[in-house]
């Protein structure tokens, strides 16, 4: 073998702290922006789906303030309708899931890719919601009613109660006069036998 006289120069790899951090952070950072375009893809899908819902929310009495109809902020914006339920958007960031907190677990009323059914899925929830609020104020005006009669009642009792009470007094008293009777004829029935013996000793004198 004939010897060139070209020397290869080993490549020297740097292990430096600093580039790795910075790879590190490049990393971070590209997948902040993926999440923040998720974010602001559902976002968008949300408010677009809260104008469509505008006019219903309109609609809703003003003294029913227990609804939001707000978009919330977050990792994972919400189209908030009341407490217990509200909008998000699936992991496709394409479809709408309508959901609402129950007592036995979240529950979805509502799920597709198009806006309309779930728009008309909320609208009907909130039907139901006023109508239920009214049913209850009807009630809760019908129980009040009846609670008042029922209290009403009672006033025509007293004159029982008292004839009752002066029935027992009467009682009593009359007990109350036999008793005294029966004394004083035990008293008179004494004296005669008492006086019948004072007669006989001044006879026997």
């Known amino acids: 073998m ?3 006289g070209e020397k290869i120069t080993p490549i020297v790899q740097s292990h430096k702290l600093s580039d790795a951090i910075r790879d590190v952070k490049n990393a971070f950072a590209d997948r902040d922006d993926v999440v923040v375009d998720m974010r602001e893809a ?19 009495p003003a003294d029913m303030d227990n609804f939001d109809f707000a978009v919330s902020s977050g990792l994972q914006p919400r189209l908030w309708i009341d407490a217990v339920s509200h909008v998000a958007m699936g ?14 677990g979240r529950v979805v009323l509502a799920e597709s890719t198009d806006m309309k059914p779930v728009a008309d899925q909320v609208t ?3 039907a139901e919601r006023v109508v239920e609020r009214q049913r209850m104020m009807e009630g809760g005006v019908e129980q009040a009613v009846a609670g008042m009669r029922r209290a009403a009642a009672p ?5 029982l109660q008292s ?5 027992g007094w ?7 006069g036999v008793i005294t009777a029966g004394a004083l ?4 029935v004494s004296a005669a036998l008492f006086w019948d013996r004072l007669m006989a000793m001044k006879i026997s004198f």
């Open 42 to 60: 559902h976002r968008m899908r949300l408010d677009l789906l809260a104008a469509e819902l505008a006019p219903v929310f309109a609609e809703v």
């Open 91 to 104: 992991r496709d960031r394409r479809t709408y899931r309508f959901l609402r907190d129950t007592r036995v």
């Open 155 to 159: 006033e025509a009792e007293p004159p």
């Open 185 to 188: 004829v035990g008293l008179a």
């Open 170 to 176: 009467s009682t009593f008293f009359s007990g109350l």
């Open 163 to 167: 004839a009752t009470r002066g029935n």
């Open 2 to 4: 004939k010897d060139t």
């Open 124 to 126: 009907r929830y909130l």
